[in-house]
């Protein structure tokens, strides 16, 4: 079961911006990937703290909770068969294994209650630079299409700098995403 610390820095992306670095690394591999947000009424008062999501890429799905720590966020991944997804969204029941134990050990929700709230679709490109890895996201939810860029290091001030600076190799202004994906989704929610 892995578990690892995911430290990261983001900045939203102008349409433009986003399409001139696409097609500035047309080589590099731009894949799909959809996020199943899972929740309750529980767990979204504590949505700062938790997030929750079956990760699809092909016939791939991966289970994550990820935990927000001091600094970065835990992620507790677990590979599912697809039918698992199923199972949730039509019969509400949770895959069993380290993100169920986790949610029950420290009283995070009833994961009885939990079900899939929407889903969240994004076109990525992920870059090598300086050691760090850059994605390249355009996601759709809810009828919202947003451009934004990710920089994951082995920390917080890495992240940033190495964004800042691949940012400023391409003449794209930063504008740090105080925001991640799941809290733009909900807000669609509301």
Request: charged share 30%.
């Amino acid at each position: 079961m892995p578990t690892n610390l995911e430290i990261e820095s983001k900045s939203m992306l102008k349409k433009e911006d986003y399409k001139a670095l696409i097609s500035a690394y047309k080589k590099v591999q731009k894949y799909k990937q959809i996020n199943y947000y899972i929740s309750s009424k529980e767990m979204l008062e504590k949505v700062k703290n938790f997030g929750l999501r079956i990760r699809q890429i092909g016939h791939n799905y991966e289970l994550t909770l990820k935990v927000t720590e001091k600094v970065g966020k835990t992620e507790i991944n677990q590979e599912i068969p697809g039918i698992f997804l199923s199972n949730l969204i039509y019969f509400g029941k949770f895959p069993d294994g380290e993100v169920k134990n986790y949610l029950i050990k420290n009283n995070v929700c009833d994961v009885s209650k939990l079900q899939v709230i929407g889903m969240l679709e994004t076109k990525r490109k992920d870059i090598e630079f300086n050691g760090s890895k850059i994605s390249i996201d355009k996601s759709k939810y809810n009828g919202v299409i947003d451009y934004e860029i990710e920089c994951e290091s082995s920390s917080k001030e890495k992240a940033e700098n190495d964004l800042k600076n691949f940012l400023e190799n391409h003449h794209i202004s930063y504008q740090k995403s105080e925001q991640n994906k799941l809290a733009r989704f909900l807000q669609t929610l509301r």
